[in-house]
């Protein structure tokens, strides 16, 4: 908000809530109350609690006012009404604006309802919500609420959803007055709600934070899908559970992370100079249930964005909202043998972002060769006091996958080989990919009480990857043999990366140079160091997987030590502007092993193989970003920023300047999200967008070698809508549709294959869709109550309730053009989830590809030749992968 | 957001992406001969018999086809018996592809070698040939004398390093470059009379003298002569047998180049780097 988050109210910087007991008297009163009565009562939990919005006609006063609020919830943690008990006074003057800012804010909060004996019960509770510039401020003291006796404050409260319940203060036994008959218990508890991100999440039109609710509104496979839900993105796994999705983003294919800067909880994902692909990023360790929300940057206007950040970059912010009980355990069981096991452990005292949680899923797979399982852990730990705050994650995973591979379309068409099959050779059979990686990561969050901010984070990360894979069938022959060839083109990748990395920031007080104008700097780095031993071989698997040729051996020393700098300038409470540079330098050492070979020719050399050299170099440029507010809620945002992309290290000559790929981004669109909506408070956002993006030098999958060449420079225009909606209770939505046309702007690389490639003007870029939509809906609806129309009764059973709900998600993909002059068939991707909730047992059947749609989940052009016995053919062709057909999967789970 | 979504649905249909998929027109013919080509020595070689296996044919972008044209512009993997003799066009089949500049090409004559087994792979063409690359016939006035002949050769990749390619490539005299567009026409012209050029007609009517230890069977004019010993054993007039006295062989109705013979590797050489086909591209 303001400065960090918000434009339209600059200065509002966060919220104050503590949950106190109503009518309650001193904290031992609180403990001897609970002791009397033992009632086996769990208090409401927070769940989400948006920032209320800062009066706009004190902006600019430097107010601090505390609301005090009667908030009454539902037994579905709904807030059914929020009356002020403390008004907010300026001057000594009561002031509504604050007040009804207070109320609209806490009229948006989520809560888990209270509980008793496990059942939902509805629930009265006093919130607290401070209004502070811009950051939170801390409180000095421990002020008492009037008229309670009650401190209502301990500590900062700038943590995200931290809400620390109190024991369970009071129990009333009889009716309260003046509500429903049914609001019969109170609760004290104080909790600590969220803060505004520490940075402005929106810096362009583009940008979107895409939720809890929306990400768990559609079935998704795995955890990475969730990634999906980010407008313009489709994700794919084309190669097997144990490589990396190949995931489109806005015009780009992304391949396995190229374009694409992912991080989760924080923690970068992608890895430099990986055999596989340049930015080679596997999501497979996510677990989609401890994802709380993915912050979307689609561009590079932010000077924390770093390397692969072309298209944009996502964070995977880790949390767990919904603590129930302190354990959730899910198991599943679907088609084709897939079974799914999940545990989660998330603490009901502990704050958001605490949490352990583990899953393991195999399959037998839909076709043959697609065999696979994984494992994968993820345990966070937030902890710290005051200003401070830390937060400890580790992440593990592990997978082994039999891989299908390739099968050509004309073989498909001709039934030589099934659509979900791969072909009978061995070179075919023995396709498979194995992966495993560990990060760990310490982080904390600094926000001064000035309302200076800062983090810092310190991480290590080892990554494992094997791959098996034949593209191309038979067509290669060696060149470290003799006369050795037709063995089979089954590609080995080796690759090993062990990354050490940390990142700190700081970003000043406000500068008041005159009360319209405010401004603050901020500084920032960013370093990693990878270190990377790699392999690649061609193997035979007829004879224990000799290797018949080698390609690749290779040591790589890359380090990236990124600056950068940002002015943040608010006019008016109206106008925001940002401005910064980064700059990264980045260096690398090679020891190809291979080097100075020379393929079968010479026998005799007079020297030893290897050639180990060294390169540097800077890539720099500006990032703006700018932002108008219209109106109620309405914002025009413009930004322009330079990004880069690091070069695959084996590629670089000794000594020279390394040549970054240079990624020029803008955009310019609409961004609405008014206060409120289909009568209910934030219940819409429409993003609309147009951006441009120039790449200097793209790359596209050269299946012969199975990874990334050289393309050309590249041009993308292209639009994007994003619309969220929550136009009824239980009901939520989000559309995104994205247009993008991209082209080459010059030839591609000569090569002696190919001296004069193909290229026209506006000529489109190969394997860019250009239409990628995608839809989440998701809904749910008490069905069934003991009780209908008054709320839970004493004695009443957890089963007395049986709720539903309902999801689904829509894929669309384009068709888009190959290399070669080819086309991919569209795709379009029907899932559907529906389950009940009765008590702690919740029971869900998810459905993927309804429409049992047969598409590839890649598709390629290239030459191969699998039939070894005829006349080889040398002319590219398409090449498919399957994706998935119609599969389903039941899912039992239990929250203890 | 009707209007849009048409909007984007008619921009998406406009995608360009350089090149397109185009199939060619394959058409195949010889060259009619009413007399005879000059060959070694002055011999006078009248080709009676010509038929051709042909294909697989590879066109490249590259300048240079081989090992370098991993990915081929166009191709056509069949094959087809030429009858190399006549100028009648034959329409062979299609190549297919995509549009680019054409500057090579590779092809086989019907045996095409594998990367994945020893063996070479017989074409159609070639088993209707008896698993020959061609079968010539003709004859040859060569002093005075007509020989007849016959011979069917196997043109096949023997370098064990280009194992899995093309036998014949254009070389880098031959001119051949062209754009290539959808429904383009490709005729490729043989010309067979000009692989026999380089043959020694001449060589199998040497004339032998009979001595011990030396062939049992030799020619003197067109007297087929049996030595034994060093000693003429016997002799018969060829001429009046209507056969023609082949050296070391005796009297013959027609010469056929036996594998190892000069004649069989001149016609073998010919065929796969001495006279090309023309390429000729019609629109």
Partial sequence: ?896 | MWRFFLLVVGLVGCVNVGVERVQVDLELQGTEFSGAVEGRNGAQVTVTRAEVAFGPLYLCAGAQAGELCKSSLLEWRNSHVVDALSDRVVEAGRLVGRTGTARSWMFDFGITSLLTQKDALLSDAAKSLGGVSAVLEGTAEVAGVTVPFSAEVRVEQSASAEQGLPVVRKSTNDVFEHDVKDRDRLQVQFNASAWLTQVDFESLLQDGTCTAGGATLLCDEQLELTCVGGVVDSQRDCTALGLFCQRDVGCVDQVGFGEGSQGYAAVRSAMEAGTRPDFVWNP
């Fill in chain 1, 1 to 896: 908000m303001g400065l960090k988050s918000n434009i339209r109210v600059p200065w509002m910087a966060g919220v104050l809530a503590i949950m106190t007991p109503v009518g309650l008297g001193s904290a031992q009163e609180v403990s001897d109350a609970v002791e009397t009565a033992n009632p086996p009562l769990q208090p409401p939990r927070l769940l989400e609690s948006p920032p209320p919005r800062y009066p706009e006609e004190h902006v600019g006063e430097g107010l601090h006012p505390t609301v005090v609020l009667q908030v009454t919830l539902n037994r579905l943690g709904g807030v059914e009404g929020a009356e002020v008990e403390h008004g907010a006074e300026v001057r000594h003057q009561a002031d509504p604006a604050f007040n009804e800012a207070a109320v609209a804010a806490v009229r948006r909060w989520k809560f888990a309802p209270a509980t008793r004996d496990g059942v939902a019960i509805a629930s009265r509770i006093r919130v607290a919500v401070h209004f502070s510039l811009p950051g939170f401020d801390l409180i000095p003291t421990l002020p008492e609420v009037q008229g309670t006796g009650q401190p209502w404050v301990t500590e900062s409260s700038h943590l995200r959803d931290s809400l620390e319940m109190g024991e369970p203060a009071h129990v009333h036994t009889g009716k309260d007055e003046g509500h429903p008959h049914w609001l019969h218990h109170t609760f004290g508890a104080r909790a600590q709600v969220e803060a505004d991100a520490l940075r402005e999440p929106h810096r362009a039109a583009g940008d979107v934070v895409v939720g809890r609710e929306v990400l768990a509104a559609a079935p998704r496979r795995e955890g990475a899908e969730v990634l999906s839900s980010a407008p313009g993105v489709f994700m794919a796994r084309g190669e097997g559970d144990a490589v990396g999705h190949r995931i489109m983003l806005r015009g780009f294919d992304a391949e396995h992370g190229q374009d694409l800067e992912l991080k989760v909880g924080g923690l970068p994902i992608n890895l430099p100079s990986h055999i596989h692909g340049q930015g080679y990023a596997d999501l497979g360790l996510v677990i989609g249930e401890v994802v709380d929300e993915l912050q979307v940057k689609e561009g590079v206007y932010d000077p924390i964005q770093g390397d692969f950040a072309v298209a944009g970059s996502v964070n995977m912010k880790l949390g767990v909202a919904d603590r129930g009980h302190g354990w959730r355990l899910k198991s599943g069981v679907g088609s084709f043998g897939a079974t799914r096991q999940f545990a989660l452990w998330a603490p009901p005292d502990e704050s958001e972002e605490t949490f352990g949680a583990v899953q393991y899923q195999r399959t037998d797979g839909f076709g043959r060769r697609r065999r696979g399982q994984s494992a994968s852990g993820i345990v966070q730990a937030g902890f710290g006091e005051g200003a401070w705050r830390y937060r400890l994650l580790g992440m593990v995973y592990g997978a082994r996958a039999d891989l299908a591979g390739v099968v050509r379309r004309d073989d498909v068409a001709a039934g030589s080989v099934g659509f979900y099959d791969a072909y009978d050779f061995s070179t075919a059979q023995q396709q498979n990919g194995s992966t495993s990686r560990v990060m760990a990561g310490f982080m904390g969050e600094y926000r001064g009480p000035d309302g200076d901010s800062g983090d810092f984070g310190v991480w290590l990360s080892r990554d494992d990857f094997r791959l098996q894979e034949n593209f191309t069938g038979f067509v290669q022959r060696s060149q470290t043999l003799d006369d050795v060839a037709g063995r089979g083109d089954l590609i080995e990748q080796l690759n090993a990366t062990t990354t050490l990395g940390l990142w700190g920031r700081y970003q000043t007080l406000d500068y008041h140079l005159d009360s319209w104008f405010v401004g603050a700097l901020e500084f920032g780095m960013s370093g990693r160091m990878d270190v990377v031993e790699q392999a690649q071989n061609l193997i035979d698997a007829t004879t224990r997987s000799q290797t018949w040729d080698r390609r690749v051996d290779a040591g790589i020393r890359a380090t990236d030590i990124g600056f950068w700098t940002e002015a943040v300038v608010s006019i008016h409470s109206r106008l925001d502007v940002r401005g910064g540079l980064r700059a990264d330098a980045l260096s690398f050492a090679v020891e190809d092993r291979l080097g100075n070979f020379v393929p079968t020719v010479r026998p005799d050399d007079a020297f030893i193989e290897g050639f180990r050299r060294s390169a540097a170099g800077l890539a720099w440029g500006p990032r703006f970003s700018t932002a108008y507010l219209l109106g109620d809620g309405v914002r025009m945002m413009a930004a322009y920023g330079e990004g880069y992309r690091s070069p695959q290290a084996r590629t670089l000559e000794d000594g020279e300047d390394a040549p970054f790929t240079k990624v020029r981004s803008s955009d310019v669109g609409l961004r609405w999200e008014p206060e409120r909506a289909f009568g209910r408070d934030k219940a819409l956002e429409l993003n609309a967008s147009l951006y441009w993006t120039h790449v200097s030098d793209d790359v596209a999958f050269e299946a012969r070698e199975g990874r990334l060449e050289r393309l050309g420079a590249s041009r993308r225009m292209g639009a994007t809508l994003f619309a969220r909606a929550n136009p009824w209770e239980g009901v939520v939505g989000a559309v995104s549709v994205t247009y993008v046309d991209a082209s080459l702007l010059e030839p591609p690389p000569a090569t002696p294959d190919n001296p004069t490639p193909a290229f026209e003007k506006g000529q489109n870029l190969p394997l860019v869709p250009p239409l990628v939509v995608r839809a989440d809906v998701g809904a749910h609806q008490t069905l069934w109550s003991k009780h209908p129309g008054v709320g839970p009764t004493d004695g009443e059973t957890p089963f007395d309730v049986l709720d539903g709900h309902v999801g689904t998600g829509f894929s669309f993909l384009s068709s888009r053009p190959l290399p070669y002059g080819a086309f991919a068939d569209p795709v379009s991707l029907l899932d559907l989830s529906a389950g009940l909730d009765w008590g702690p047992f919740h029971l869900t059947l998810e459905v993927f590809n309804v429409l049992n749609a047969r598409y590839a989940a890649v598709e390629y052009n290239f030459a191969s030749n699998w039939d070894p016995s005829a006349v080889p053919t040398r002319t590219p062709a398409r090449h498919i992968a399957a994706g998935a057909p119609r599969t389903w999967m039941a899912v039992l789970e239990v929250s203890l």
